[in-house]
């Protein structure tokens, strides 16, 4: 296991545009979360699965955000008539959540969305 | 919604030297973690500390933890070029359940 992987690193679309982002968790990870990075910002949290279950998707941007997890495995992220203010970094982070006090992120490398 | 605050927003200094970064936060927490970001990277989690320890050590790197205060400090001794990065507090909110909450960070830059 090579650790957290995202696809793809860098996507560059036009305004209007749908794009969809994959991250694919470390296998033994229960939990997988999807946050946006702006420049000089700190990630912001949009959403989170356990297995399957999405357990809190009210930070999600806007309508146009969405995210499934349909087999508890790899994930994707869909942004919808995207916008220029969309554009950021997107980071997939996972966790092993048997441990709920001493909850610890593993980060993707990101994918990067530049909307012209 | 971002509840931690780093301070300094950017701090430069010269190789050999220690950065010390600190970090407030608003809410109660479990504990408090630091990451660090290369640029245009993902983050990678340098250590924790639990809401009832006050100091904690992991190579060069101290933490350290004042609940009274909500605040956290980030002690890097020797720093190195390497050590150039971008550097985040993040708390897990009491509730236990709630995912990390990440602040705006501090960019180091170590100068050989």
């Known amino acids: 296991d090579t650790g957290v992987s995202q696809d793809p690193r860098h996507k560059i679309t036009k305004r209007g545009q749908n794009v969809t982002f994959r991250c694919d968790p470390i296998s033994e990870h229960n939990r997988l979360y999807w946050y946006r990075q702006t420049l000089g910002q700190g990630p912001e949290f949009l959403t989170y699965f356990q297995n399957e279950a999405q357990l809190e998707k009210s930070r999600l941007l806007s309508d146009r955000f969405s995210a499934e997890r349909p087999k508890g495995s790899f994930s994707t992220l869909e942004i919808q008539r995207t916008e220029q203010g969309d554009s950021a970094m997107y980071l997939c982070?996972?966790?092993?959540?048997?441990?709920?006090?001493?909850?610890?992120?593993?980060f993707g490398a990101g994918s990067r969305l530049t909307v012209l | 919604s971002q509840q931690g605050e780093e301070d300094p927003q950017a701090l430069s200094i010269q190789e050999g030297e220690n950065a010390t970064m600190n970090c407030s936060y608003k809410?109660?927490?479990?504990?408090l973690q630091w990451y660090r970001q290369n640029s245009g990277r993902g983050l990678v989690h340098l250590i924790l500390?639990?809401?009832?320890?006050r100091e904690k050590h992991s190579g060069r790197l101290r933490v350290t933890l004042d609940t009274s205060k909500k605040s956290s400090s980030l002690l890097i001794t020797a720093s190195r070029a390497a050590d150039t990065a971008s550097y985040f507090c993040?708390?897990?909110?009491?509730?236990?359940?709630?995912?990390?909450?990440f602040g705006k960070g501090t960019r180091l830059s170590v100068i050989a």
């Open positions: 500390i639990r809401s009832n320890e």
């Open positions: 982070a996972s966790s092993n959540q048997r441990d709920t006090y001493n909850l610890v992120l593993t």
């Open positions: 993040a708390t897990v909110p009491y509730s236990g359940n709630t995912p990390l909450v």
């Open positions: 809410t109660s927490i479990n504990n």
